[in-house]
């Protein structure tokens, strides 16, 4: 990787005001937490609408005045910042400010904001895989089927703060629940074609761990997982989620599990016909690819803040 200059090793902060935790806490107690954790913070930090922050981290890195950047922000914020530092050098450390917080509870950064900023004083910086959807890089997952429809459910509804947001959510979930559909996909693996029926597909940057939460066992394998749900009644769903609280999903008969350094959607049925597009979600935030898409894992893309280990 590039390296940045090295005269000016300075710290840039920069958090999407809207994330859950800025709407709790109220911009000025974020504001004093991390000015005061991180030296020179009160004058790089910045508080951004959703809009302005691709700019301006695209203004940071290509001015090459930077050593670290400390991203707050729920996992779309985390992913975007780390679509630009990758390949520079510039190590990115993740403000966990948003509802899930995927990335972060990955990498064992504490929830907790003051806590956090200890954990990314003291960090290491360990080079991480990455996964491309159709060039775009996401750090967890992208999704496909349910997930996009209960955001775009969740997005309707609307929401004020982290507790409204997960209260939309819960809405969202009851509603494409009540509402079951499946996707007819065509898939290419590992030079063979898949045809399936699913609610939802899943694929993840590296496998998933036997957790409730879904973290990756590792951030080093350069390898995809594809994780695929049969069509179900809803007391299988709820069968599901209690695995999935137990950490015992990777048993349930009604998930299928694969993986391969990379994956094409070569095609969707709808209708009789072919879908020239398909909506998705990169690490929560919607999209829309067009298909074919390529999935791709990304070895070693981005190089982050990684709390060390006690002792």
């Known amino acids: 990787m590039d390296q940045p200059v090295t005269d000016r090793p300075l710290t840039a902060i920069v958090i999407n005001r809207h994330s859950g935790t800025v709407r709790s806490m109220g911009e000025e107690k974020v504001r004093a937490l991390v ?3 991180v030296p020179g913070g009160e004058d790089s930090i910045a508080l951004l609408d959703g809009t302005e922050i691709e700019t301006h981290i695209g203004d940071l890195v290509r001015e090459r005045r930077i050593s670290r950047l400390y991203v707050g922000g729920g996992d779309g914020t985390v992913a975007s910042a780390a679509g ?6 510039i190590a990115l450390g993740i403000l966990p400010l948003g509802t899930m917080n995927m990335m972060a509870q990955t990498l064992g950064i504490s929830l907790d904001l003051a806590t956090a900023l200890e954990q990314l004083r003291d960090a290491e910086e360990l080079d991480v895989d990455a996964g491309r959807a159709a060039g775009r890089l996401f750090l967890h997952h992208v999704a496909f089927g349910l ?12 929401y004020s703060s982290r507790l409204t947001k997960m209260l939309a959510g819960v809405r969202a979930v009851a509603a494409v629940l009540l509402n079951r559909q499946s996707m007819r996909l065509t898939l290419r693996i590992d030079g063979s074609e898949t045809e399936m029926k699913t609610p ?6 590296n496998l998933y761990a036997d957790t409730m939460m879904l973290k990756q066992a590792r951030l080093d394998e350069g390898i995809l997982g594809i994780y695929a749900l049969r069509p179900m009644p809803l007391v299988a769903f709820l069968g599901l989620a209690i695995d999935l609280l137990r950490g015992r999903w990777r048993d349930n008969l009604n998930l299928r599990e694969m993986r391969a350094p990379r994956l094409r959607i070569v095609r969707r049925r709808l209708f009789g016909g072919h879908s020239r597009s398909i909506r998705a979600t990169l690490d929560g935030e919607l999209m829309l690819f067009d298909l074919p898409l390529t999935i791709e894992s990304a070895p070693k893309a981005v190089r982050m803040l990684v709390p060390r280990a006690p002792g």
């Open 147 to 158: 997930q996009p429809r209960m955001v775009r459910i969740r997005e309707r509804l609307g």
């Open 200 to 205: 939802a597909l899943a694929v993840s940057n």
């Open 35 to 37: 000015t005061a954790a």
């Open 84 to 89: 630009f530092v990758s390949g520079t050098g």
